[in-house]
């Protein structure tokens, strides 16, 4: 633990005022129902953002628009200055730089824990397969469970694949993570594991997005945290005023919702 | 004592699956019955009594099968009016094959990707020259006097081969979001689909030469080659989509979100997972397209069926029919049995655990 306050300073400082991403007025409906209202935000590099709200309130859609799985209709994205639009190149290069980790995991059954890693540098990044191998093999050990690399995803408990699946996220060396509840799934005594690699991610300088409900990573990994409702977001502050000082009615009734127990 | 033990476990085990209430034992009863009337007399008939050696029917003392018969046409079975100095090409073609596919079955083999490229690409080739000769010094052998089993055999596996990169692209297509490539996937696979094959091959034999220009004709294999292919890819498309669908959505999304390009996406994580799981619907589409190749008999081709019902009619040979079906239905149940059981085999090979 001791170790975390120790080096959060150090990360702080490296936070610039270099936006990697930045969203204005992006409006997104699926039919009818509109998810995403009018949303405005800056990432700056090597900030850490963790996005909470009630289910429904379009923050996995959110974060779902930046690597374009999703498409938004009205509004502009900027990843590192470039911005997505439909056009295929566009979303591809973007995504090369983007890393995401899903909240099932989505490792490929049919491959090994190392195909799974090697899979995207060997096709994308067009990395000979003993690079490839080497590289991934380091971020397994970095997510500690090299051991597992000759095993199929189904062989592996929830948490060990949901490390594996940021480390074959991590292959690509992207400058972005997004994490789409990446706990949500995982029986408790899971989600520690998984907790620990983003915050050593998050040691490291990586940016990160990140959809939770933990707040206890929020207030140790945070820059900010962003509370959405109704496809807005409705409050934006540091991790501390954030929960010690919430200003809106809705943010004090999610948080009293999930810190009651 | 462990013999002892044995017999009431067998006892225990008939009480449970063959006894285990009045129906069951009136069913067991019943199938016993059935299993009594039928076996002893068809193994009397074919291998009891049955004649095996011989050159005429006299050879057959007609109390059991007279397989004489069979051996006295197995070339024509086997190769249909294939001259015979020349069914050496035919023979060597199959030791070819069977060369290059027993070392994919053997696991340790290290060039498997190699050797599966030589059978799809360079195999028929080497095949198709010596089939047809005309070239190399081989005499010309028309494909009109091709038959029997080679025949059935060339059918089915250029259909088989053929149809199933067709098939994959058509199911691709029909859930492609560009509107007019799965329109065009959607309007052939039910054109296909909704035709008999039977049909398929009459208008490639008589109709289809109707439309060329004068002078232009395609061999009639060819034509019916074609036919069994687009028929059976149709076939296929449809039980690749159903696998296809059943490839979680979160797949393509971590492909994609990998920055993996659509070929990609497809060929490295969702069609694998999509055609292990269809395997049974794939086999079972080329056992139904092996048995179906029987139909070339309407448009004038002689494949195994057809060659057991020519020699069925010839004058000194008559009566014999019976044991012609038999031997035919065997070699077809043969095939059809192996390739059922390798598709268990590879079933069982690609469970990954998920």
């Given at each position: 633990?001791?170790?975390?306050?120790?080096?959060?300073?150090?990360?702080?400082?490296?936070?610039?005022?270099?936006?990697?991403?930045?969203?204005?007025?992006?409006?997104?409906?699926?039919?009818?129902?509109?998810?995403?209202?009018?949303?405005?935000?800056?990432?700056?590099?090597?900030?850490?953002?963790?996005?909470?709200?009630?289910?429904?309130?379009?923050?996995?859609?959110?974060?779902?628009?930046?690597?374009?799985?999703?498409?938004?209709?009205?509004?502009?994205?900027?990843?590192?200055?470039?911005?997505?639009?439909?056009?295929?190149?566009?979303?591809e290069?973007?995504?090369?730089?983007?890393?995401?980790?899903?909240?099932?995991?989505n490792l490929f059954p049919h491959l090994t824990?190392l195909d799974n890693l090697t899979l995207a540098p060997i096709w994308v990044r067009k990395l000979?397969k003993?690079?490839a191998?080497?590289?991934?093999?380091?971020?397994?050990?970095?997510?500690?469970?090299?051991?597992?690399?000759?095993?199929?995803p189904?062989?592996?408990?929830?948490?060990?694949?949901?490390?594996?699946?940021?480390?074959r996220?991590?292959c690509m060396?992207?400058?972005?993570?997004?994490?789409?509840?990446?706990?949500?799934?995982?029986?408790?005594?899971?989600?520690?594991?998984?907790?620990?690699?983003?915050?050593?991610?998050?040691?490291?300088?990586?940016?990160?997005?990140?959809?939770?409900?933990?707040?206890?990573?929020?207030?140790?990994?945070?820059?900010?945290?962003?509370?959405?409702?109704?496809?807005?977001?409705?409050?934006?502050?540091?991790?501390?005023?954030?929960?010690?000082?919430?200003?809106?009615?809705?943010?004090?009734?999610?948080?009293?919702?999930?810190?009651?127990? | 004592?462990?013999?002892?033990?044995?017999?009431?476990?067998?006892?225990?085990?008939?009480?449970?699956?063959?006894?285990?209430?009045?129906?069951?034992?009136?069913?067991?009863?019943?199938?016993?019955?059935?299993?009594?009337?039928?076996?002893?007399?068809?193994?009397?008939?074919?291998?009891?009594?049955?004649?095996?050696?011989?050159?005429?029917?006299?050879?057959?003392?007609?109390?059991?099968?007279?397989?004489?018969?069979?051996?006295?046409?197995?070339?024509?079975?086997?190769?249909?009016?294939?001259?015979?100095?020349?069914?050496?090409?035919?023979?060597?073609?199959?030791?070819?094959?069977?060369?290059?596919?027993?070392?994919?079955?053997?696991?340790?083999?290290?060039?498997?990707g190699?050797?599966?490229?030589?059978?799809?690409?360079?195999?028929?080739?080497?095949?198709?020259?010596?089939?047809?000769?005309?070239?190399?010094?081989?005499?010309?052998?028309?494909?009109?006097?091709?038959?029997?089993?080679?025949?059935?055999?060339?059918?089915?596996?250029?259909?088989?081969?053929?149809?199933?990169?067709?098939?994959i692209?058509?199911?691709l297509?029909?859930?492609?979001?560009?509107?007019?490539?799965?329109?065009?996937?959607?309007?052939?696979?039910?054109?296909?689909?909704?035709?008999?094959?039977?049909?398929?091959?009459?208008?490639?034999?008589?109709?289809?030469?109707?439309?060329?220009?004068?002078?232009?004709?395609?061999?009639?294999?060819?034509?019916?080659?074609?036919?069994?292919?687009?028929?059976?890819?149709?076939?296929?498309?449809?039980?690749?989509?159903?696998g296809l669908?059943?490839v979680?959505?979160g797949q393509i999304e971590a492909a994609e979100a990998l920055g993996m390009s659509y070929w990609n996406t497809m060929g490295l994580i969702v069609m694998p997972q999509a055609l292990k799981?269809?395997?049974?619907?794939?086999?079972?589409?080329?056992?139904?397209?092996?048995?179906?190749?029987?139909?070339?008999?309407?448009?004038?081709?002689?494949?195994?069926?057809?060659?057991?019902?020519?020699?069925?009619?010839?004058?000194?040979?008559?009566?014999?029919?019976?044991?012609?079906?038999?031997?035919?239905?065997?070699?077809?149940?043969?095939?059809?049995?192996?390739?059922?059981?390798?598709?268990?085999?590879?079933?069982?090979?690609l469970?990954t655990?998920?």
């Amino acid at each position: 633990m001791s170790e975390q306050v120790d080096v959060q300073p150090n990360i702080e400082q490296s936070i610039s005022n270099d936006p990697m991403i930045k969203l204005n007025g992006v409006h997104k409906w699926f039919g009818d129902f509109h998810v995403l209202k009018d949303i405005n935000l800056t990432v700056n590099r090597g900030e850490r953002i963790v996005i909470c709200g009630p289910s429904g309130s379009g923050k996995s859609t959110l974060i779902r628009c930046i690597n374009h799985l999703e498409e938004h209709q009205q509004g502009q994205i900027f990843v590192e200055g470039t911005e997505l639009t439909g056009d295929l190149k566009h979303v591809e290069q973007i995504r090369r730089e983007v890393g995401m980790v899903f909240q099932q995991f989505n490792l490929f059954p049919h491959l090994t824990i190392l195909d799974n890693l090697t899979l995207a540098p060997i096709w994308v990044r067009k990395l000979p397969k003993k690079e490839a191998e080497e590289l991934a093999m380091k971020y397994l050990e970095r997510v500690k469970i090299p051991e597992q690399a000759n095993k199929y995803p189904g062989q592996l408990s929830g948490g060990q694949q949901q490390r594996v699946a940021i480390a074959r996220s991590l292959c690509m060396n992207p400058k972005i993570m997004l994490f789409d509840e990446p706990t949500s799934a995982l029986d408790p005594e899971m989600i520690k594991e998984v907790l620990d690699a983003m915050i050593e991610l998050a040691h490291e300088g990586m940016t990160m997005l990140c959809v939770t409900h933990e707040m206890g990573f929020a207030k140790t990994v945070a820059n900010r945290v962003i509370f959405m409702d109704e496809g807005q977001i409705i409050e934006e502050k540091e991790p501390i005023e954030f929960f010690n000082n919430p200003q809106n009615d809705r943010t004090k009734l999610f948080l009293s919702q999930i810190l009651a127990h | 004592m462990s013999l002892n033990g044995k017999s009431i476990d067998l006892l225990r085990w008939m009480k449970s699956n063959l006894f285990s209430s009045s129906l069951n034992t009136l069913l067991t009863i019943i199938s016993l019955w059935i299993i009594y009337v039928s076996v002893p007399p068809f193994i009397q008939w074919a291998l009891l009594d049955a004649n095996w050696v011989g050159s005429s029917r006299d050879d057959c003392s007609r109390e059991g099968a007279c397989w004489v018969y069979i051996g006295f046409w197995f070339k024509q079975i086997m190769y249909g009016r294939y001259p015979e100095t020349e069914v050496w090409r035919v023979n060597v073609s199959y030791i070819l094959l069977v060369g290059a596919l027993i070392p994919l079955f053997i696991s340790g083999f290290k060039h498997k990707g190699l050797l599966t490229l030589f059978l799809l690409f360079v195999y028929p080739i080497i095949s198709y020259f010596l089939f047809i000769g005309d070239s190399f010094g081989l005499p010309l052998v028309e494909t009109s006097l091709w038959g029997g089993l080679f025949l059935t055999l060339v059918i089915s596996l250029v259909g088989i081969v053929a149809s199933l990169p067709i098939g994959i692209l058509l199911a691709l297509g029909r859930r492609s979001s560009m509107p007019i490539v799965s329109a065009i996937s959607i309007g052939f696979i039910e054109i296909w689909r909704g035709v008999p094959l039977i049909t398929v091959l009459f208008m490639s034999s008589v109709m289809f030469p109707l439309f060329l220009p004068e002078g232009m004709n395609f061999d009639k294999l060819i034509r019916a080659l074609v036919g069994v292919m687009l028929f059976s890819a149709a076939y296929i498309a449809e039980v690749v989509r159903g696998g296809l669908q059943a490839v979680p959505k979160g797949q393509i999304e971590a492909a994609e979100a990998l920055g993996m390009s659509y070929w990609n996406t497809m060929g490295l994580i969702v069609m694998p997972q999509a055609l292990k799981m269809v395997i049974p619907g794939i086999v079972n589409s080329f056992i139904a397209l092996f048995k179906d190749t029987t139909l070339v008999l309407t448009i004038g081709l002689f494949d195994l069926l057809g060659t057991i019902q020519i020699i069925g009619t010839n004058a000194d040979w008559l009566g014999f029919h019976i044991e012609g079906y038999v031997f035919t239905a065997f070699i077809f149940w043969a095939f059809c049995f192996g390739m059922s059981r390798y598709s268990m085999h590879l079933e069982k090979k690609l469970h990954t655990g998920h």
